[in-house]
């Protein structure tokens, strides 16, 4: 099903994107990235603010593989749906 975004003026219809990568049921280990002060929307690059070169050297390990998955959050932020 299409979905009109009217209040943003004649734009061309959109697809829901897929919710889901995974089947209903898996069960993945992610590397966390905490960022603060970093608002994040879908399709963008992410500015990675390192305080270390370790932490810098973990990132580029779990990303180095075909596939990777990587979380980030923004601390002191809060989702409804985890709340």
Do not use: K, N, W
């Not at 697809?15 to 002060?37: C, K, N, Y």
């Not at 879908?42 to 390192?50: F, Q």
């Amino acid at each position: 099903m299409s979905q009109r975004h009217a209040y943003l003026g004649d734009l061309e219809e959109v697809q829901h994107p897929q919710l889901s990568l995974f089947a209903e049921g898996t069960v993945m280990a992610l590397p966390i990235l905490f960022l603060r002060d970093v608002v994040i929307f879908p399709g963008e690059e992410v500015p990675l603010r390192m305080l270390s070169d370790s932490s810098l050297e973990s990132i580029r390990e779990q990303l180095a593989t075909e596939g990777a998955l990587l979380g980030i959050v923004s601390p002191g932020q809060v989702c409804e749906s985890f709340a």
